[in-house]
């Protein structure tokens, strides 16, 4: 099959530190390719797939994170490629202007929702309900908003390859991600703090709200020596650091529409420590390859327990549950099943004049 695969623009394909969505889409254009699929990959350089690649724009503008110019010239100029590239299907991850404008191509589009739902959010994407298919990536988030053309629910991979799988752990808590208030950084710090364990904390900072987040709400308990902020980690780093760590402390505090994270974390044999919010019980089985609570207060209760969990087990369920090969069969039934439909369902107009 001829697939274009057409990412976000803001992060290069794999990403150097963090960029969830950019390390599954890497995964599932390698892949693809290794499984016999002529694969385009449509994104910002630089870039390192086993995929065909179009460079939309040179340099990933990841300090334009938002800025509309930067999508528009990065989606507009891989659709009207797209247009007359002879593709059989379209996979978009690029966020709202894939769909906006996917009525507009002559080849079915598949869109991958890899955020949470808003009722904003939620108008946007029924409003195009009728131009490209939809998947999921967790049942919780595809039940948040059931009216969408669903063509599935793909659970996101990880490279279990690359996560070291260590059973001797550290003495010291993890917490991976985005620093803010959604991820709930503080909460994880204040576990810490009351269990009395050593938190390293490693990702990156938004400017603006996350980054005054940051600053009144985790620089006060910053101490350099049992809770430590580390800054963005390259992959290498993050696989060092959470393999040794005995468990990671995942606190959100909003509807979670996946948290690659903690998919990694298991693949390197590390248990989860998590507040119950969006897909984390999809992700993490409670009492075997972590513990969940309702509460950061009702979590803290299970630190001193985590020596009961085999990191053996968490391994096992990374291996079973997030395999590469499973997400790129999924998602290959997924593109089959939306161009056998094509163009009668989702262009009936077009089938009438065909
Ligand atoms: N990440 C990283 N280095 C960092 C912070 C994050 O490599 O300093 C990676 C993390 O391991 C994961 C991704 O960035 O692969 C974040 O994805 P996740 O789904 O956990 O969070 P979200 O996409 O919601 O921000």
């Given at each position: ?22 390390r ?7 892949e ?32 334009h ?29 690029s ?56 063509l ?7 490279d279990v ?15 991976v ?48 020596k049992?809770?430590l ?38 693949a390197?044999?590390?248990?989860v ?10 992700v ?36 079973e ?17 939306a ?16």
């Open positions: 099959m001829r697939v274009a695969m057409l990412a976000p623009v803001w992060i290069p394909i794999p990403p150097e530190g963090y960029g969830g969505i950019e599954v889409i890497k995964l599932l254009v390698d693809l390719v290794r499984m016999g699929e002529d694969v385009t990959l449509f994104a910002a350089g630089p870039c390192r797939t086993r995929a065909w690649q179009r460079i939309m724009l040179d340099e990933a503008p990841t300090y994170m938002g800025e509309t110019l930067y999508d528009a010239l990065h989606v507009g100029r891989a659709y009207r490629e797209i247009y007359t590239g002879g593709f059989d299907i379209v996979h978009d991850h966020g709202f202007l894939g769909p906006a404008f996917a009525g507009m191509l002559p080849v079915p589009v598949v869109h991958t929702l890899h955020g949470p739902f808003t009722p904003e959010i939620r108008r946007f994407y029924e409003a195009f309900k009728d131009d490209c298919y939809y998947v999921a990536i967790s049942r919780r988030q595809l039940e948040s908003c059931p009216g969408l053309n669903y599935g629910m793909v659970p996101n991979a990880v390859d690359e996560h070291r799988y260590l059973g001797e752990k550290g003495d010291y808590l993890i917490c991600g985005r620093i803010c208030e959604a991820k709930g950084t503080e909460q994880a710090v204040l576990l810490a703090r009351e269990t009395g364990n050593r938190l390293l904390l490693a990702g990156k900072i938004d400017p603006g709200r996350d980054r005054d987040y940051f600053e009144s709400r985790v620089v006060p308990h910053l101490d350099g049992m809770i902020y580390l800054g963005e980690v390259s992959q290498e780093e993050k696989v060092r650091l959470v393999s040794r760590a005995r468990a990671l402390l995942f606190t959100v505090q909003w509807e979670e529409p996946f948290g690659l994270v903690m998919a990694e974390a298991l390197c044999g590390t248990p420590l998590a507040t119950r919010w969006g897909a984390v019980p999809e993490v089985e409670h009492g075997v390859t972590g513990f969940l609570a309702d509460s950061p207060r009702e979590l803290a209760s299970y630190v001193e327990r985590i020596d009961e969990l085999d990191p053996l087990d968490c391994r096992r369920a990374a291996e549950h997030f395999s590469p090969g499973a997400m790129a069969a999924s998602y290959l039934d997924i593109y089959h099943y161009s056998d439909m094509h163009p009668t369902r989702l262009w009936p107009h077009r089938a009438h004049t065909a």
